[in-house]
């Protein structure tokens, strides 16, 4: 839930409780008032009634009050001199002033004065009195039931102006590229905004430095060791062109491979450092999954050839919107590990298919596979699932996954790994909403 809807709540529930608070409060206030108010109303006609000028007479006058909001009787000693109808034959004793009694088969509130050999009796029904707490209120709660929806809306638009600094440096955040460490340049006067973008401005300028220094260090050594890696290898060739004896041979033949391998890992640093996703969705354009992938098969199938494999191509070709080095990149270092990691005289098909907006890349080898904690480390640098103890026997420097995550980073797109149908490993790679108009 948003910090607004948060607020808006709080301040509503609040709000709401508060009113209800008052509205008992109000309700009970009314009603001790109600009752005094009401109480000297019948000592006032308790008065009036017990000096009406009324004579002993054989019959007690009769009064009809069918609406029973006020009932009466007067006496003279033990006589009735006069009453509501629905009390003249009814002798009530009770004691002098006000008490509260059944009467009429209602709660009534009852109110006798004396004086001299005369009693009055006043009795007012309780009823009256709950509605005239509930009328008043009703009359002063109800301006303020009917502005709570006017208040939710007034509060919702205060605290969304209130948060609009928030939101702002959110959606600033949310529209910023990966690699723009600038920092946030706009002024605020909220005091507790200041220092979250100062902070921000500060984890900008440290992520900064530490992504240029580790972007630009394997890349810089890379390139800086390509040229003595390069006349490594011709002093090399040119040892072994004037080497007769075997032995001899054999250490520059042994050396000449460690020096290809190094010149392997120089030139995987070197892709890793260029693969950035800015870098490359500029130069997009049209470029076919299936030509790529023969050209890539074509380049290794020495390797293949020399290992006795079959490799199958499948499916039907699909053009999406790409750079031909990254998907060559792509597609080379996973044919490559298909073919290193699949014994002699195995299995490799690489399968392309489309579906709706969606296209895919798959390849599946008769190798040994992977454990699943080898499937989530599979992409972390210099990883190699068993070292240079796998049973292939293949070397490398563990970088080729690695790349093989910063192009699918480029595309937007996903990989998955799983056990193969042939006894190895299939990897996926699936592109969304790529596919060139």
């Known amino acids: 839930m948003s910090i607004r809807k948060r607020l808006t709540l709080i301040l509503l529930s609040m709000m709401v409780l508060t009113c209800f608070l008052a509205l008992v409060k109000g ?7 109600g009752e005094k108010l009401l109480d000297n109303e019948l000592k006032i006609v308790a008065g009036v009634l017990i000096e009406q000028p009324l004579a002993l007479s054989t019959n007690a006058v009769q009064v009809s009050n069918n609406s029973a909001q006020l009932l009466y009787q007067i006496w003279q000693n033990n006589s009735l001199l006069s009453g509501s109808s629905s009390l003249t034959n009814n002798q009530i004793s009770f004691s002098e002033g006000f008490q509260t009694a059944n009467i009429a088969g209602q709660r009534m509130r009852v109110f006798v004065m004396r004086k001299n050999t005369r009693k009055v009796i006043v009795a007012e029904p309780m009823a009256k009195r709950f509605e005239l707490a509930e009328a008043v209120i009703l009359s002063a709660m109800l301006p303020m039931l009917w502005a709570v929806p006017l208040l939710a809306i007034f509060i919702s638009f205060f605290v969304k ?3 609009a600094p928030l939101t702002r440096l959110s959606k600033q955040l949310a529209t910023r590229q990966a690699n723009d460490f600038t920092p946030i340049n706009w002024q605020v006067t909220d005091e507790e905004i200041k220092p979250v ?3 921000l401005n500060d984890l900008f300028k440290r992520v900064e430095t530490a992504y240029l220094r580790e972007r630009f260090f394997a890349s810089d050594a890379a390139h800086e060791l390509r040229t003595p890696l390069s006349s490594l290898k011709i002093n090399v060739h040119n040892l072994a062109s004037k080497q007769s004896n075997s032995q001899n041979h054999q250490e520059l033949q042994a050396m000449s491979q460690g020096i290809n391998r190094l010149s392997n890992i120089v030139e995987q640093m070197l892709i890793l450092g260029r693969t950035q996703p800015e870098q490359w969705q500029r130069q997009f354009s049209e470029q076919s999954l299936l030509t790529i ?3 890539v098969v074509s380049e ?13 191509l499948e499916g039907d070709d699909f053009v999406i919107n790409g750079d031909e080095f990254t998907l060559t990149t792509l597609i080379a270092n996973l044919l490559s590990n298909a ?8 299995q490799i098909i690489i399968k392309l298919a489309s579906s709706n907006n969606s296209y895919s890349w798959q390849i599946d080898d008769s190798g040994a596979g992977m454990t699943e904690e080898q499937k989530e480390r599979i992409f972390n640098r210099f990883y190699r699932v068993g070292g240079d103890q796998h049973p292939s026997g293949e070397q490398g420097a563990g970088l080729g996954m690695a790349i093989v995550q910063h192009i699918i980073a480029i595309y937007g797109a996903s990989i998955h790994l799983a056990n193969s149908p042939l006894g190895g490993l ?12």
Do not use: C, W
């Open 27 to 33: 309700y009970q206030k009314s009603m001790r008032h």
């Open 161 to 163: 102006y209130a948060l």
């Open 197 to 199: 973008i100062n902070r």
């Open 293 to 295: 992938t023969q050209q």
């Open 300 to 312: 290794q199938y020495d390797k293949i050839d020399e290992k006795n494999q079959t490799i199958s």
């Open 339 to 346: 073919i290193k990691y699949t014994p002699n005289n195995g």
């Open 426 to 437: 299939t990897v996926k790679v699936t592109f969304t909403g790529v596919k060139s108009d």
